[in-house]
């Protein structure tokens, strides 16, 4: 589904970036990306949505590669930032009609899905009001809404999580595991580090721009161990880098 190997992106000026990252996600997987503020994360998943260039390595998605066939790869994905950053001026449904309309989605399929996950996220009232008006977390049910709507193969989440109501929450876990369970994958950064260790079955932890950690989340907690005591043992352990694949 996602294979990224030996990833390399730096930043002009900065110390910040990703180096010779290589991670494999396969149909299925809900799979973890954690780290500490500023050590690749979200470098990482912009480079993987097509959003970034980077300097060195492959991203395949699908077996396409993301810098030879984009629009091809961009199809298949739908990437949602930390931050929804949507067109404020349309309405609610307009910006989903927008989205459907990219992804070539007929009007049958479009007003069948907008219905059902609108009403799961308790947004179908809202989605003639101005986008301006919405608060944040509104924004971020309607910018996974309008992932849903083309259903893509892989979802790409920058801190999904951030802003949503208790509710909305626990929806957006159960359709995360519908997506998976119907030959989907998932690559998500989080800081929620419960919630990753009860919802995923693979993880990767990252500092400072280098893979430290990465494996499946029953192999990576060890008995008696949380996914929180893993990753300060792995952060604070300079120079370290673990396989469990």
Not at 62 to 77: T, Y
Not at 116 to 135: M, N, P, Q, V, W
Not at 160 to 177: H, N, Q, R, S, T
Request: charge should be negative; hydrophobic fraction near 40%; include cysteine.
């Amino acid at each position: 589904m996602l294979r990224i190997e030996h990833l390399t992106k730096h930043y002009k000026g900065s110390s910040k970036g990703v180096t010779d990252l290589s991670l494999h996600i396969a149909p299925g997987d809900i799979y973890a990306f954690i780290g500490h503020n500023g050590a690749g994360k979200t470098t990482t998943l912009k480079c993987v949505a097509g959003i970034q260039d980077f300097d060195a390595g492959t991203i395949q998605i699908c077996g396409l590669d993301i810098q030879k066939s984009p629009m091809e790869c961009k199809r298949q994905i739908a990437y949602i930032p930390d931050n929804p950053d949507l067109y404020e001026y349309l309405t609610g449904i307009q910006y989903l009609n927008f989205v459907a309309d990219v992804f070539r989605i007929g009007p049958g399929e479009r007003e069948e899905r907008i219905r059902e996950y609108g009403d799961r996220f308790e947004i179908t009232a809202s989605l003639g009001d101005l986008i301006s008006t919405y608060s944040h977390g509104m924004k971020q049910k309607l910018a996974l809404l309008s992932a849903l709507v083309h259903q893509p193969k892989l979802w790409i989440l920058d801190e999904p999580f951030v802003g949503l109501d208790p509710k909305a929450a626990v929806i957006l876990k159960e359709i995360m595991g519908s997506v998976c369970a119907g030959g989907g994958a998932i690559f998500f950064s989080t800081h929620v580090l419960d919630v990753a260790e009860k919802l995923c079955n693979r993880v990767a932890i990252i500092k400072d721009g280098v893979l430290a950690a990465s494996g499946s989340m029953e192999e990576l907690v060890r008995q008696g161990q949380s996914l929180e005591s893993i990753f300060m043992e792995v952060v604070d352990h300079v120079g370290t880098a673990q396989d469990a694949d």
